[in-house]
């Protein structure tokens, strides 16, 4: 049974970087897309990035374009966002989740497993 556990969220100022690490347990790493979400307070949780197998077709939502980076190292079964120039509007719950078929789309439905999150919190 896959499992995911997420670190390296934290509170940070505007203009900041963070990266997060999302380690997986279980299963066949290489063989799943990854994906990356974020909750709002309030808010619903929304697709943030993806990435396939082999580390291609990588996928990002427009908001964070040129700003986020997503990758994955498969030997240590770990995916990441790597995040800079961070703004206030990024503050949010971030979730990695497992593609177990690699279908590859950006609605939560398609993703199977997903980890607790970790928060992100970014001042002005």
């Known amino acids: 049974q896959v499992q995911l556990v997420e670190s390296g969220g934290g509170l940070v100022q505007a203009g900041d970087s963070l990266r997060l690490s999302c380690t997986a347990s279980?299963?066949?790493?290489?063989?799943?897309?990854m994906g990356w979400f974020r909750q709002a307070p309030g808010k619903e949780r929304t697709f943030v990035g993806h990435i396939g197998r082999g580390g291609r077709n990588i996928r990002y939502v427009d908001s964070v374009k040129g700003r986020f980076t997503i990758s994955r190292d498969d030997d240590k079964k770990q995916v990441y966002l790597q995040m800079n120039n961070l703004k206030p509007e990024d503050t949010a719950r971030y979730y990695c989740a497992a593609d177990l078929n690699a279908i590859l789309t950006t609605v939560e439905f398609s993703f199977d497993v997903w980890g607790q999150g970790t928060q992100v919190s970014v001042s002005s």
């Open positions: 279980g299963g066949t790493f290489r063989r799943y897309a």
